[in-house]
T-cell receptor, first 112, second 120 residues
């Protein structure tokens, strides 16, 4: 079993829709949860990070962490064609951890 | 701030040759740099972690004699793929971390744009 599971998609939604991206994990030691966006042939860029359980909002993006269920989500409101990318969840156990474990990524396409 | 560059952005080489990829932190000092490999439609897999001035720590299954990592300064790390073979063709991404730029309780890694290696 992988430490982090993420549905690879592809996921295609119309512009303006609410997008829900999810990951599950098995390591209860994970404390830091991140979402990265990666455009084709580019390096990933950090969208949001959350420590422990709870919600965090940044503009059209909301990250949720449910440690009891080992389940994290990223919601994108009012989705735009420019949001089309691969979204990677990632997590690590400690604040100074040398290792981040990535999900396989979900390919998202927003149709105009 | 917190920009990481990689050079080259893409490279094609013949089987058996060696290829060097550079990773630079442009506006901060990177105490730690990481090298990842990403195959098509797959996630990033950590290859090794390097701290400035010390030997790199390789992940299980990564051949340290094949993937030579040097982190000689606080702004530069290099990955050399020696005796490259077609199965080494991949997208290689570096990231860098500086404790001084870390947000409270979290030390963010800043990723480079990646280097696409094709071995013929």
């Amino acid at each position: 079993q992988k430490e982090v599971e993420q549905d690879p998609g592809p996921l295609s939604v119309p512009e303006g829709a609410i997008v829900s991206l999810n990951c599950t994990y098995s390591n209860s030691a994970f404390q830091y949860f991140m979402w990265y966006r990666q455009y084709s042939r580019k390096g990933p860029e950090l969208l949001m990070y959350t420590y422990s359980s709870g919600n965090k909002e940044d503009g059209r993006f909301t990250a949720q962490v449910d440690k009891s269920s080992k389940y994290i989500s990223l919601f994108i409101r009012d989705s735009q064609p420019s949001d089309s990318a691969t979204y990677l969840c990632a997590m690590s156990a400690h604040s100074s951890a040398s290792k981040i474990i990535f999900g396989s990524g979900t390919r998202l396409s927003i149709r105009p | 701030g917190a920009v990481v560059s990689q050079h080259p952005s893409w490279v094609i080489c013949k089987s058996g040759t060696s290829v060097k990829i550079e990773c630079r932190s442009l506006d901060f000092q990177a105490t730690t740099m990481f090298w990842y490999r990403q195959f098509p439609k797959q996630s990033l897999m950590l290859m090794a972690t390097s701290n400035e001035g010390s030997k790199a720590t390789y992940e299980q299954g990564v051949e340290k004699d094949k993937f030579l990592i040097n982190h000689a300064s606080l702004t530069l790390s290099t990955l050399t793929v020696t005796s490259a073979h077609p199965e080494d063709s991949s997208f290689y991404i570096c990231s860098a971390r500086d404790l001084g730029l870390g947000k409270s309780s979290y030390n963010e890694q800043f990723f480079g744009p990646g280097t696409r290696l094709t071995v013929l």
